[in-house]
């Protein structure tokens, strides 16, 4: 089965990956004319790094990640409101992992062309449109060099261009565009001494728009006790505003740390964060309304361009990885592949729905907005039952990852790719 994939970042790379180890053949089409390591840092929770695991990928992962064993919610002057462990800590048999995003796009691209082929991943051309029949379905490209147009036929067409997908714009034409909940992200990565125990999750202050997000995106033994941190500091505006018209816009160390100076953290230099950062930008923080199909006919969307979301839990991008297998087991399960597209439709898009809703309702991050409303900690209690509801939502507890049955497809030596 012929499956062509629309976008070449960690959703659609893991696709292809998931599809491929599925005995599928599955061709990535991407806008970029080179796909690079930019970005800032990624938190891939356990579920997903089950996942990738189970495609061959733990060793390379460990290799460019860092393992962060606790989550520590802090108030503005650094004090702590409410700490729990992550990954093995925390007894899943899968670590998660913090990383730079650009080195796992990397990781996930050379993985691709290693196992699929060097020109698995076709870069330089943009998306137009679709067209299917009860047969096929037909991808149109243009190319951003020369200009010209070209078309690729397949069994499946996967839509995994992010979130302002133009795959997910003709499946639903006149749909609003994303939303804007008014708080802009000023992020950068910097190399910093250790914070804290060098292996801790630190969110501080409170609601959106008054927050402060830092974590090692490396392990400082490969870095001369250094590691590279990523950093967010959420601002808002004001209402006077303008909406946002995409990500990019350029802070300066300046800015920066006039942002930073009203915050009292006393385990962390943020003069030298805004300082060392070798670029920062402001990016809004956007989802889009939850859709109410994703699968027509030969057609479906994945990742962000099913399901982009406020990141609360730190969910977004293990989400794509689910979909991803997920995604493979039902072309595997099916002979028809409009059923099976139906099939992951209904296994995924509810699921991750809720998901979407809850992080707009903060997710987990209800602790810390609650305990600066409070005062300090929550009573006994409220904060485990705040995060274990989520974990229990987004189908991550430690029993569901630990124990689920694999989404890995099993294929004798002799089967034939399909």
């Not at 962390?268 to 027509?296: C, G, K, Q, T």
């Amino acid at each position: 089965m012929r499956v062509t994939v629309v976008g070449g970042g960690i959703a659609g790379l893991t696709c292809a990956l998931s599809l491929h180890a599925a005995g599928f053949e599955p061709q990535v089409y991407e806008a970029a004319r080179t796909v690079e390591a930019v970005g800032v840092g990624i938190n891939l929770l356990p579920h997903a790094v089950r996942e990738l695991s189970e495609l061959g990928l733990a060793g390379e992962l460990e290799s460019v990640a860092l393992s962060p064993r606790r989550l520590s919610y802090r108030d503005r002057s650094g004090e702590v409101v409410w700490e729990e462990p992550l990954g093995l800590a925390a007894g899943y048999r899968w670590p998660q992992h913090s990383v730079h995003r650009g080195r796992l796009q990397m990781l996930l691209l050379a993985a691709v062309r290693e196992r699929l082929g060097p020109d698995s991943v076709r870069t330089g051309l943009m998306f137009q449109r679709f067209e299917q029949t009860a047969g096929d379905v037909r991808a149109h490209f243009i190319d951003r060099s020369s200009g010209s147009p070209s078309a690729a036929d397949a069994d499946v067409l996967v839509g995994a261009d992010g979130i302002d997908s133009a795959v997910r714009a003709q499946l639903h034409p006149g749909e609003s565009g994303p939303q804007w909940n008014g708080v802009h992200m000023w992020r950068g990565v910097a190399r910093h001494p250790d914070i804290l125990d060098g292996r801790s999750i630190v969110v501080a202050g409170g609601t959106p728009g008054a927050k402060f997000v830092a974590y090692p995106i490396e392990n400082p033994a490969n870095a001369n006790g250094e590691a590279l941190v990523n950093w967010v500091l959420e601002v808002r505006h004001g209402p006077s505003a303008p909406p946002p018209d995409g990500p990019g816009r350029r802070i300066t160390a300046a800015q920066a740390r006039a942002g930073l100076s009203s915050w009292n953290l006393p385990w962390i230099d943020l003069p030298m964060l805004a300082e060392r950062s070798s670029a920062i930008y402001e990016y809004p923080m956007l989802d889009r309304d939850p859709l109410p199909r994703w699968s027509f006919g030969r057609v479906t969307l994945l990742g962000d361009a099913a399901h982009p979301m406020f990141p609360m839990g730190m969910n977004g991008g293990s989400q794509s990885v689910i979909d991803a297998r997920v995604l493979a087991w039902c072309l595997d399960r099916e002979n028809d592949p409009a059923a099976a597209l139906r099939r992951y439709d209904r296994m995924r898009r509810p699921a991750v729905n809720a998901v979407v809703l809850a992080n707009r309702a903060l997710g987990p991050e209800e602790i810390i907005a609650r305990a600066a409303d409070h005062g300090g900690a929550l009573p006994a209690g409220q904060a485990e039952k705040i995060a274990d509801h989520y974990r229990e939502l987004t189908r991550a507890t430690v029993g569901q990852v630990n124990t689920h049955a694999s989404w890995t497809v099993p294929l004798s030596a002799a089967d034939p790719a399909r």
